[in-house]
C-alpha cells in the first residue's frame, strides 16, 4: 500500500516536477496528488480514500495564502493531524511562523537547482513517513 502526498500549489509547473521527481525517488511507494485548486484540494481531503499521509502547500495561493488554508485543513482531517509543510520561495520568517501557529508541521524552503530540490523532497517525506525508502532505481 502507497503512502498518499497531497499538494495544494497555484503552479502547473511545480506540480508536474514534484511529480517527476517524487515518482523518481520513491517510485509506487508514495502516490501524490498535486491540483492547483484549492477547493478540489479540500473535497480530496475530506474525501480521505484514500487516506493522506503528508501535505506539501504552497504559501502563495491567490487570493489567499498557506495561513488561511492551513485552519481549512486542520478542521478538515477531523481530529487526525496530517503533517502539513508550507513551502516558497518568498515566503518572509513573519510569514513562515504565522504558517507554523496556525498549525503547519514544518516550513519548507524551495531551492533552486534539481539536485538540491530532489534531495530536500527526499529528506522531508522521509522526515513524515519514515517507513518509505528511496527507490533503488533512483
Excluded at 509506487?28 to 478540489?40: D, F, K, M, S, Y
Amino acid at each position: 500500500m502507497s503512502s498518499l502526498l497531497l499538494v495544494l500549489d497555484d503552479d502547473d509547473d511545480d506540480c508536474v516536477m514534484l511529480t517527476h521527481l517524487l515518482k523518481e525517488l520513491f517510485g509506487e511507494r508514495l502516490e501524490l496528488v498535486c491540483t492547483t485548486n484549492q477547493t478540489a484540494f479540500l473535497a480530496h481531503l475530506a474525501a480521505d480514500e484514500p487516506p493522506v499521509s503528508l501535505i506539501l502547500l504552497d504559501y502563495h495561493l491567490p487570493p489567499t495564502t498557506a495561513t488561511e488554508v492551513i485552519p481549512l485543513i486542520r478542521a478538515q482531517a477531523g481530529g487526525e493531524v496530517v503533517p502539513v509543510v508550507v513551502w516558497s520561495a518568498q515566503a518572509s520568517v513573519q510569514e513562515q511562523q504565522a504558517c507554523l501557529t496556525q498549525g503547519a508541521s514544518e516550513y519548507l524552503s524551495k531551492v533552486a537547482g534539481m539536485e538540491q530540490l530532489t534531495a530536500q523532497l527526499g529528506q522531508l517525506v522521509l522526515r513524515h513517513l519514515p517507513a518509505l525508502s528511496p527507490s533503488e532505481e533512483a
